[in-house]
């Protein structure tokens, strides 16, 4: 343990507000640990474990000067570790679902004639004209141009979640188009 070892949690994080290395490295040896447990348990993967409690210590570091010093240390940590884990589960089981629609499609998908081909263009691009101007604004923006929502929220002069209903929109009128079109 540092020099700073028998500091408790409140003063070596008033030290590591002013830059304090060893104040952050006694932290960091205090609570490495039991981070990397916790993180472990969520997730059962050492390695993303590991990562986690590094991204957790830089982010200490990062905003060290605008924190507010919390009245549990510990707890406060844990905590932004398991929000950190949740998001790497997510992430995972996007990728995880992503993955298996891409096999089924891989799987399903069939020989399309180059008629087959203009007919189901033509199909979509009618589906398409259904759409709201603003609705398929968002649609064309986020699948054609490979926007992130973020994006054109910004360009738009809307909030992302106004964006996400826009496309949520678009999708339904494309999926009632289409259903009658290829039935």
Known sequence: MHV????????LFQLLRTGNDDAFNTIFDRYRKRLFMEAYRKLQDADDANDIVQDVFLWLWNKKVVLDCPT???AYLVQIVRHKCVDVIRKNTS????????????DTSTNIT????????????SAIEMITPASRLAFEELYLHHKSLKEIAGEVGIN?????????RALKVLRENLKHDLS
């Open 114 to 125: 180059p008629v087959e081909n203009k007919e189901l263009r033509q199909q979509l691009t």
């Open 160 to 168: 992302v979640q106004s964006v996400k209903n826009h496309i949520h």
């Open 4 to 11: 700073l070892g028998s500091y408790n949690d409140e003063q």
């Open 72 to 74: 549990n240390l510990k």
């Open 95 to 106: 990728t995880r679902k992503h993955k298996q629609q891409y096999v089924w499609v891989a």
